[in-house]
């Protein structure tokens, strides 16, 4: 007897922009009067949608960036930077992998890029974000996950946890 071995894939469809925003609440002050480093705070999140039987999905990496002097926040800004892959083939656990950890890390380059060029245009020198080991991050929050499963299936029977990752990076 033979056996069929299905071929894993991987294939970027498209990479799009979905969403973009910046704000920079004290306008022309904010660079002007800027005297020293301000404190800027990264918030990564991924998010993903099966979009047909076919193995199409969109999978959306969210950095907010922000950046403070003391109370007064400088600028903000939002990138949603989505991808449409089309992914067969893959065990359930890898499949968690593929879309917490591949999929990021192939979005992330052009995140930063529109992050970087957003924040220029905004006037504020470039805002550089640093290499992110999302296998790391995708490791901890299953670690996580399993600490909450386990706290709540001694307090509630139907606990369920969504595919929200939220990251703080400093």
């Given at each position: 007897?033979?056996?069929?071995?299905?071929?894993?894939t991987l294939d970027i469809r498209q990479v799009y922009l979905k969403d973009?925003?910046?704000?920079?609440?004290?306008?022309?002050?904010?660079?002007?009067?800027?005297?020293?480093?301000?404190?800027?705070?990264?918030?990564?999140?991924?998010?993903?949608?099966?979009?047909?039987?076919?193995?199409?999905?969109?999978?959306?990496?969210?950095?907010?960036?922000?950046?403070?002097?003391?109370?007064?926040?400088?600028?903000?800004?939002?990138v949603q930077q989505a991808g449409l892959f089309l992914i067969n083939g893959?065990?359930?656990?890898?499949?968690?992998?593929?879309?917490?950890?591949?999929?990021?890390?192939?979005?992330?380059?052009?995140?930063?890029?529109?992050?970087?060029?957003?924040?220029?245009?905004?006037?504020?020198?470039?805002?550089?974000?640093?290499?992110?080991?999302?296998?790391?991050?995708?490791?901890?929050?299953?670690?996580?996950?399993?600490?909450?499963?386990?706290?709540?299936?001694?307090?509630?029977?139907?606990?369920?946890?969504?595919?929200?990752?939220?990251?703080?990076?400093?």
């Amino acid at each position: 007897m033979t056996e069929t071995k299905t071929e894993s894939t991987l294939d970027i469809r498209q990479v799009y922009l979905k969403d973009l925003s910046f704000e920079s609440p004290q306008g022309v002050r904010a660079i002007a009067n800027q005297q020293s480093n301000p404190n800027i705070d990264i918030q990564l999140g991924v998010s993903y949608e099966r979009l047909d039987e076919e193995g199409h999905y969109e999978v959306v990496l969210t950095i907010t960036a922000t950046a403070k002097t003391g109370e007064k926040v400088l600028f903000l800004t939002e990138v949603q930077q989505a991808g449409l892959f089309l992914i067969n083939g893959f065990s359930d656990e890898d499949m968690g992998l593929v879309l917490n950890v591949a999929c990021p890390t192939i979005l992330l380059p052009f995140s930063r890029a529109v992050i970087t060029d957003t924040v220029s245009k905004g006037g504020f020198p470039q805002l550089l974000i640093s290499p992110v080991n999302f296998e790391a991050l995708y490791a901890a929050k299953r670690q996580q996950g399993k600490a909450q499963q386990s706290a709540d299936e001694s307090s509630t029977p139907d606990s369920s946890e969504g595919p929200a990752e939220d990251v703080t990076i400093n």
